[in-house]
């Protein structure tokens, strides 16, 4: 008998049918004797049509007000699976986020949570009741309605997971796992059963877009095992946790993340002197643009070439800054490429396995792939190539690193 | 320069662009120098769509859940209102009934409000800031989300103007104020410019559906100045307050009521014997079948008749209850009639101007129509005829008693 909080999404809880579903599921843990909470988001739609409601009337709506809109999305969802679970006889309770209470600060629309008062809930779960709390929402310290963010309800299951020490925070998804790479770009790959929070983040990181960054980050910080399920399907899905230091072998990779979001930027031809990262990079982090993957060549002459990644939606706009500032650098050229992917081996074996890196270079290049750029952790080595070997080089590491084998 | 409380219905907020005419109107009460709270309703349509999904999963939703789900209607609307406003440069700050607080019992689905918290409105309103409040919704005292229960948001608006002693109530509804008579049936129907909360009560139960009638009593109790309005017509509307005992002279008649859902249940032939209402009016009350009007006639040979009316959607149950009951308390016979309606003429003015009835019945019998009942309380006089003369009966007793002139 465990104490399980489960989350489903938007889709998982789109149509009344659904809503039925999820109940059922629910049901069956009851039966199997477990304490549950569920963490739901407003039915699929019913966020955006609020929003349209809201720009119909401001092109700048009231921060404070959105977060009233909105959040009446997962109110609606909260009563409709408590009235399903009271249907199929379970006792059921509903919660806001202001019932909760779930204090946050007072960022309207992207609030932070601050604290969780979990004695209410304590005392329904004591009593027999399924409780039933609204994901994305919160309080402040006034009594103002806040939300979280988009994709906030993974982090108010896991601040709750946290705040009850419960025994596992499960995330209903659509995919039953989480995979070594993408399905669509290698059939053979697999399921995972186990990764780990550091893993996960830099496979969400790198664009497998499972689960919400921030929620793996909170996960991790304190120690909530969470686990990745399909809402529909029968399977064990993905168990996401810390490190286990009794296995004595981990695999050496866990799987390969990729990213075709990127764009790369090089300022040729720079008088090699310090600082003239910080010259080139300050103005484009001032004008809000991210920047990912940064190498800096040694340069012959006196000079150096510096490259880096931005989101492709940036380039145009980090592009210009650069031209801008050439000229008082001193620099003789930018050269831009939007045409480019970043591939990364991720995997907390790496760690004890050397000859990881030499190993991916190789198999790269046998298949007569260029390397634009490297960049490494202690988890996971990235390269930048050229877009149209995206699928490729997925594959090739895929086979060559063996990961449709279960590990030993 | 007032403290005004406006209450705008469903129809009123019906559409994005509903809100926007009501955001201008409240600028407008704004820019004379007026407080505003504003108490609104769901948009049209949307408790019925909530519901609706209520309905499909279950037959008999748990009612706790039913008011959190169908409190999200109103909820919505305050943060549209809060950024029309915002838009037209008016500071405003939305409040939902957990957050002003409105406390209420914890009747779900009918709650009524106990006490109303109005620290942070007098706040808002101090700063310059108007107040938009969810209508129809409170709290109780264990933080639970209740419903005041359909049309309750005209009882919330009267019950936070009690409690902030606000100079005025204002209505907004889709009809210009409250008339002599329904003007669909006498043209010459007219605006009144006042009536007293006691008139309006039996305007309102009789029929005239323009206010709810549990908003009007709270209103006479705590002596709140109530004014129905149209939202989208100028025009001074209907102010309902006390009888101003300043008037010398009230005018005998304020306006004539009728209801079409009557029918009516006769006992023919009972023994004449003490406890004989009770005997067939109990078993009535027992399967929860409201009575209206109740006339026994002295009979002759130690027997009696007794007549009453009904809600004609309750005549068959009713009939089927006396059915069971005729013979043991040796009734002759029971016979029902659901073709009869109910006429009343309303006013303060008969507590001191005779002769009203007799005049009432002279009218009527100048136009042939058959009284069947009659019933009488200090303010009104109804009786009961065949329908067909409803018409008939509310245009000549409107000419004879000349309600289409102002009074002078």
Sequence with gaps: MSLIVQKFGGTSVGTVERIQSVAEKVGKFRAEGHDIVVVVSAMSGETNRLIDLAKQISNKPNPREMDVLVSTGEQVTIALLSMALEERGLEARSYTGAQVKILTDNAYTK???????N?????????????VVAGFQGVDEQGNITTLGRGGSDTT???IAAALKADECQIYTDVDGVYTTDPRVVE????LDRITFEEMLEMASLGSKVLQIRAVEFAGKFNVPLRV???????????ISLEEQTEMETPSIAGIAFNRDEAK??????????GVASQILAPIGDSNIEVDVIVQNVGEDGKTDLTFTVNRNDLAKAEAVLQGIAKNIGAEQVKTDAKIVKVSLVGVGMRSHAGIASKMFKILAAEGINIQMITTSEIKISVVVDEKY???????L????????EPA
Tied chains: 1, 2.
């Design 390 to 396: 995206l699928e490729l080089a997925v594959r090739a």
């Design 111 to 117: 609030a932070r949570i601050r604290e969780i008062d």
């Design 188 to 191: 053979k790959a697999r399921r």
């Design 157 to 159: 299951a896991v601040a």
């Design 265 to 274: 930027l090089t300022v040729v031809g720079v008088p090699d002197s310090p």
């Design 119 to 131: 004695d209410n809930i304590r005392a329904d779960l004591a009593a027999g009741r399924v409780v």
């Design 229 to 239: 399920l399909h809402s529909f399907q029968e399977g064990p899905g993905t168990l």
């Design 398 to 405: 895929h086979d060559g690193f063996e990961l449709d084998k």
